[in-house]
């Protein structure tokens, strides 16, 4: 479908929504939704699950009372209506997170496995023969570069920044290419600097890259 960025845009991201985005990219779709609120539609964020956790909320006051009467002194219980309203939207955003986490997820863990190990690959490549590449977390790496300055690593963080961005990895569901780019944050050690200072150093830069929209690599301070 030549001349599109998409083959499928889907307005809402509800249930339906969401659930039609993902199936069609199941069968390889490039696919779009437009939400003009968040993730989760009408059942999520204000309908099914809000109105369940509200009125399980209220059964608490004929809990109280009948809790007198089978010897309970529970003292006089008070609503505080303000934490439970932010009770409810820490429920919401954790909801959130994860119908989020669902639509980045659609190409599947196989996928996922396969960019990560194509990635690593370039580490290795742009890297020098005694620098070391290790996995820090699920999507996360680190590179140690002894004897480089700042200046060098960044060279070198920067070289791989582009190689990652240029690296099409063929083979999603619809065989078709999955850009892929990298968020990378500088920091070098003095003397003194201890493994923990160094590792928030090179967090705070991480930090400032995806702040500045991703696919950047930021140095330390
Ligand atoms: C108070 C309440 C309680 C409910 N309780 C239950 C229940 O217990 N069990 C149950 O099965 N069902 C329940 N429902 C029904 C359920 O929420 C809906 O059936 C379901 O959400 C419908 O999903 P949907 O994807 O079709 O639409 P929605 O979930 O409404 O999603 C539509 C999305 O489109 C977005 N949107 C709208 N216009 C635009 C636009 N122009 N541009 C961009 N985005 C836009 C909206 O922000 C929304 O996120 C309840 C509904 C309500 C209101």
Redesign the pocket.
Known sequence: MSGFDFDYLV?????????SARRAASYGAKVAI???????????????????LLVYGTHFADEFADAAGYGWDVGTPTLDWAKLIAAKNRELDRLNAIYIKMLNDSHGHLMGDRVLREVGDIFRRAVRIFDVCARYGGEEFAILMPGANAATAFRIAERIRRQIEQHFVSGGRAGGPIPVTVSVGVASAQPATTRETLIAHADSALFQAKARGKNVVCVYP
């Open positions: 307005i809402g991201a509800g249930s339906g929504g969401v659930a437009v939400e003009s609120v968040r993730v989760g539609g009408t059942c999520v964020l204000r309908g099914c699950v809000p109105k369940k």
